[in-house]
């Protein structure tokens, strides 16, 4: 199966095969079929809860393009672009591969669009207030069919589908109890995420 194949429900449009063409120059197989399975999960989402699918699939295509950069270039990038970086960022800057991805979609690939923008930039913290393509693309990287097949994975993998605002807190909550297991730093943008969704939706029925 060719990489335009995996995909069947997008187009194949010219902008598609380009950043296809980038990724296979810039990102090992491994995650390309971790962005396809995204693809497909916010092309998913995006149809379920009636949002633009198109700018999902453009956003989440686009979501990792920082994944492979140094530290020392995040850094420099984020701070090119003004960012204000919280010590977690300076600790630990592969955090911000989604906030310089937004950078390199609009230089490399001219991505103008606020909405797909934001969606890559927030597909690893999220953000308090964050759109609903935001939400999509930011549940469809962590939820997408490449994760594994654990219930906890499959319960907010559901929740994603019935309960678009709950799923962003749940896959917080889901997210801090790995970091804390593993001794690791929370972002205050994570939490900041996290409380946002659930005191906005956290009373709607979904429990985890
Ligand atoms: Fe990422
Ligand atoms: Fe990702």
């Avoid at 204000?84 to 390199?104: F, Y």
């Avoid at 939490?191 to 005191?199: A, S």
């Amino acid at each position: 199966m060719t990489v335009s194949q995996t995909v069947s429900q997008t187009a194949s449009t010219p902008l598609r095969q380009r950043v296809l063409d980038w990724l296979a120059e810039n990102v090992p197989p491994a995650r390309i079929e971790h962005i396809l399975g995204v693809e497909q999960m916010a092309i998913d989402l995006a149809r379920h809860h009636q949002l633009d699918v198109e700018k999902a699939a453009q956003a989440a295509l686009m979501h990792d393009l920082a994944k492979y950069f140094k530290s020392k270039r995040l850094l420099e990038m984020a701070r090119a672009e003004g960012l204000l970086l919280d010590p977690v960022d300076e600790a630990n800057p592969h955090l911000l591969h989604a906030d310089v991805g937004r950078s390199s979609a609009r230089d490399e690939f001219g991505i103008t669009n606020a909405q797909i923008l934001a969606a890559i930039a927030n597909h690893t913290l999220g953000r308090p207030g964050m759109d609903d393509l935001s939400c999509v693309v930011f549940l469809a990287d962590s939820l997408e069919p490449g994760r594994g097949q654990t219930p906890e994975l499959n319960v907010l993998r559901q929740a994603s589908f019935e309960h678009l605002h709950q799923a962003v807190w749940m896959n917080c909550d889901a997210s801090f109890q790995f970091l804390i297991a593993a001794r690791r730093l929370i972002h205050p943008r994570a939490l900041q995420t996290r409380n946002w969704f659930l005191q906005q939706f956290g009373r709607s029925g979904a429990t985890p």
